[in-house]
């Protein structure tokens, strides 16, 4: 099993960026993809992005291209999630996931280990 727990998050303003952080402890060796997720208030959770652990290789929703990047450090077993002009749409708790099977999904499903998330609010 691996366990996860982001960190990063905060309040905000309009314009501003954040960078958040999901380190992974215990199974990482077994990881294929990990991935970012967010879910605001009354909304179902909603795919942002995922990494391949090994190589690397990031996907995108294809609605959040552009504001968002996805990294990781393998060295320090450790995801990250660029936020960068940030808009009120974009409050949400966020979460990592993680999965050991074969593809980097889109999908709450894909996802077998989850962190407990990190609330991201932007605020005037």
């Known amino acids: 099993q691996v366990q996860l727990v982001e960190s990063g998050g905060g309040s905000v303003q309009p314009g501003d960026s954040l960078r958040l952080s999901c380190v992974a402890s215990?199974?990482?060796?077994?990881?294929?993809?990990m991935a970012w997720f967010r879910q605001a208030p009354g909304k179902e959770r909603e795919f942002i992005a995922a990494?391949?652990?090994?190589?690397?290789?990031?996907y995108y929703a294809e609605s959040m291209k552009g504001r968002f990047t996805i990294s990781r450090d393998k060295d320090k077993n450790t995801m990250y999630l660029r936020v960068s002009s940030l808009k009120h749409q974009d409050s949400a708790v966020y979460y990592c996931?993680?999965?050991?099977?074969?593809?980097?999904?889109?999908?709450?499903?894909?996802?077998?280990?989850w962190g407990q998330g990190t609330q991201g609010t932007v605020y005037s």
């Open positions: 215990g199974r990482t060796f077994s990881t294929y993809a």
């Open positions: 996931a993680g999965t050991r099977g074969g593809v980097a999904g889109l999908e709450t499903a894909d996802y077998a280990s």
């Open positions: 990494i391949t652990w090994t190589c690397g290789t990031p």
